[in-house]
T-cell receptor, first 111, second 112 residues
Framework: SQKIEQNSEALNIQEGKTATLTCNYT??????LQWYRQDPGRGPVFLLL???NEKEKRKERLKVTFDTTLKQSLFHITASQPADSATYLC??????????WGAGTKLIIKP | DGGITQSPKYLFRKEGQNVTLSCEQN?????MYWYRQDPGQGLRLIYY???????QKGDIAEGYSVSREKKESFPLTVTSAQKNPTAFYLC???????????FGPGTRLTVL
């Protein structure tokens, strides 16, 4: 069956360091992969989308990589700040345009 | 400002009651979605609609119903047939097929 896995344990990072979050998937060949940020009690907010033929995408301090051979996406936040603390969700876009969601990884940036 | 609104923010339901969650968008998006979020799980799709007067079941539609009479509105009814309705419900919209989804602030439903 199709499966998306994100680190279930919270990731603690010191302020100023680079945070790296992982999204692994099996039994699927997505055309797109998306990353969202979700704060407690609120709806997710879109961050980045990367296509299967793109290796890397950047937006300000954010960088996403997509390795279709490893079936893995990495999400990096450079120069991390306490305000970056949130849960980050990855989602795969199916051929019928529906999204399959990971459970998210909670990121905590310590001052 | 354009966006998606959901109401109420918190909702309490007695067992055996039907309740309706509101979702309105002024983004002029064609597609709208309802998701359910439970702790430790990814978002699960309940229903979606690509166009007015048409909607399709998602992965967990049992015990839920929707309507799409207007482009701006996509209300979700949680019926008494839904045995475990306590969850955080999220409404989203998208301009067309594929790409970014825009989410509302969510409704937290609790069964008493």
């Amino acid at each position: 069956s199709q499966k998306i896995e994100q680190n279930s344990e919270a990731l603690n990072i010191q302020e100023g360091k680079t945070a790296t979050l992982t999204c692994n998937y099996t039994n699927y060949s997505p055309a797109y992969l998306q990353w969202y940020r979700q704060d407690p009690g609120r709806g997710p907010v879109f961050l980045l989308l990367i296509r299967e033929n793109e290796k890397e995408k950047r937006k300000e301090r954010l960088k996403v990589t997509f390795d279709t051979t490893l079936k893995q996406s990495l999400f990096h936040i450079t120069a991390s700040q306490p305000a970056d603390s949130a849960t980050y969700l990855c989602a795969l876009e199916q051929s019928n345009y529906q999204l399959i969601w990971g459970a998210g990884t909670k990121l905590i940036i310590k001052p | 400002d354009g966006g998606i609104t959901q109401s109420p923010k918190y909702l309490f339901r007695k067992e055996g009651q039907n309740v309706t969650l509101s979702c309105e968008q002024n983004l002029n998006h064609d597609a709208m979605y309802w998701y359910r979020q439970d702790p430790g799980q990814g978002l699960r799709l309940i229903y979606y609609s690509q166009i007015v007067n048409d909607f399709q079941k998602g992965d967990i539609a049992e015990g839920y119903s929707v309507s799409r009479e207007k482009k701006e509105s996509f209300p979700l009814t949680v019926t008494s047939a839904q045995k475990n309705p306590t969850a955080f419900y999220l409404c989203a919209s998208r301009r067309g097929q594929g790409g970014e989804q825009f989410f509302g602030p969510g409704t937290r439903l609790t069964v008493l």
